[in-house]
T-cell receptor, first 115, second 114 residues
Framework: ETGVTQTPRHLVMGMTNKKSLKCEQH?????MYWYKQSAKKPLELMFV???????ENNSVPSRFSPECPNSSHLFLHLHTLQPEDSALYLC??????????????FGPGTRLTVL | DQQVKQNSPSLSVQEGRISILNCDYT??????FLWYKKYPAEGPTFLIS?????DKNEDGRFTVFLNKSAKHLSLHIVPSQPGDSAVYFC?????????????FGKGTKLSVKP
């Protein structure tokens, strides 16, 4: 049990749908992250929030829209996705994203399939 | 261009023997390295880390070795157990780099056979 939960665990959506992924951390951390893991590729960082402010956006298409209403919750809003966006989306949290030794703890992920 | 490379996609080891997972990196600015373990249908779990000021860090059956001159690190698991069967990811971060920006390798799938 890592203390980071994600819902839903599986999601199938059409290219015209709008859906949201939810992440919640119960660790009292200040930073939260969204990662994407595509088949046969390394984990790719998408967004970083520190104290509810976005501090990193790694050139992610605008069809992915993050939201961090408080330090415990993180959302990823999805709209007009493409089939190549099918992947495992992982949420993580850490105590303070500014320290080199800061360790990130991951949720179980949402397996997204775009038809 | 991958900055963190795990060149062995898979490794099979007999129970009780040593497992050695390797990781190479290209960015000399990396100064903190982590290993994560991932079971199917679960997220990566933090396993062990090492700072660039050290060359070895040990935690129970897990030891990470860092060779900065070779830009190489390895994870040793001894003795290996069937429950260690998982995908192992190496990750690295540079001091002063983008906040939270861990660079991951593609992972090595370890199978420990009874």
């Amino acid at each position: 049990e890592t203390g980071v939960t994600q819902t839903p665990r599986h999601l199938v959506m059409g290219m015209t749908n709008k859906k949201s992924l939810k992440c919640e951390q119960h660790l009292g951390h200040n930073a939260m992250y969204w990662y994407k893991q595509s088949a046969k590729k390394p984990l790719e960082l998408m967004f970083v929030y520190s104290l509810e402010e976005r501090v990193e956006n790694n050139s992610v298409p605008s069809r992915f829209s993050p939201e961090c209403p408080n330090s415990s919750h993180l959302f990823l809003h999805l709209h007009t996705l493409q089939p190549e966006d099918s992947a495992l989306y992982l949420c993580a949290s850490s105590q303070d994203s500014g320290h080199t030794t800061d360790t990130q703890y991951f949720g179980p992920g949402t397996r997204l399939t775009v038809l | 261009d991958q900055q963190v490379k795990q060149n062995s996609p898979s490794l099979s080891v007999q129970e009780g023997r040593i497992s050695i997972l390797n990781c190479d990196y290209t960015n000399s600015m990396f100064d903190y390295f982590l290993w994560y373990k991932k079971y199917p249908a679960e997220g990566p779990t933090f396993l062990i880390s090492i700072s660039s000021i050290k060359d070895k860090n040990e935690d129970g059956r897990f030891t990470v070795f860092l060779n900065k001159s070779a830009k190489h690190l390895s994870l040793h698991i001894v003795p290996s157990q069937p429950g260690d069967s998982a995908v192992y990811f190496c990750a690295a971060r540079s001091y002063g780099g983008s906040q939270g920006n861990l660079i991951f390798g593609k992972g090595t799938k370890l199978s420990v056979k009874p």
